[in-house]
Every structure is written in C-alpha cells, then in structure tokens.
C-alpha cells in the first residue's frame, strides 16, 4: 500500500483513500490463506504473538496518519486522538477484510475499497 503511493502526487482525498485501500485489498485478494491467518488463527495464540499484533497496529496507525496527512482538509487531532481514530480505522479494515474473505468471491474489490476510503476519510478529513 504504501509502495502503491510513494510517487504519487495526488492530493484528492477520495482518490489518495481508494488507491492507498485498493493496494491493501489487492495484496490480499490471492491469498485466503493470509487472510485467515492474519485475521483469525492468529488472534489469541500467546501473548508474545499479542505484543507483536499491537506492535504492527502501532506501524499502521503510522501508515495510516502519514495517508491522512496527504488528504485535503484533513482535520487537527491531537496524538491521542489520532491514536483512538487509528484504532476505529483498523478495526474496520479487520472486520471488513474477515467477512470479504468468509464470503469469496465476494464483494469487487472496487467496491470494498469506496467503502473503507469513505471511513477513512469520514476519521480524518473535516466535514
């Protein structure tokens, strides 16, 4: 995801949230099986395996601002704040990413990605 927007100069919100949710559904589209391990089999395992879950969330919630940062209008919050958005923001991107994969095909990946760019802007862009 973030290779898919390194170069990219786009500054339109809509169009920085499809590409960057697009990229991630991608990735993940071909490989079921990475979808039920890091959504399902993984949850619970040991609390080595917790530490380093929360210590990847913590890299996407960065991943995530450093997208937000990019969109026009974003709005001020407050690290705190930018920490609870990021939570609400992956929980999405979990639960969204679980249900695709219990019901493939599925819904187009197209499809998907509007939605999780609409919460993602919805978190972060000023109405």
Request: proline content about 6%; cysteine-free.
């Amino acid at each position: 995801m973030t290779e898919a927007l390194a170069n990219d100069a786009e500054t339109d919100p809509e169009l920085v949230a499809r590409k960057a949710m697009r990229a991630y559904l991608e990735a993940l589209r071909d490989e079921p099986l990475r979808v039920r391990l890091a959504y399902v089999e993984v949850v619970g395992v040991s609390d080595r395996v917790e530490a380093h879950r929360e210590h990847t969330r913590e890299q996407w919630a960065e991943v995530i601002a450093g997208i937000a940062a990019r969109l026009g209008g974003a709005r001020p919050l407050s690290p705190e704040q930018q920490q609870l958005a990021a939570a609400a923001f992956i929980g999405a991107v979990n639960g969204l990413v679980h249900r695709w994969s219990l019901h493939q095909p599925g819904h187009p990946v197209d499809e998907l990605a509007e939605t999780l760019a609409n919460i993602l802007i919805a978190l972060y862009t000023v109405p």
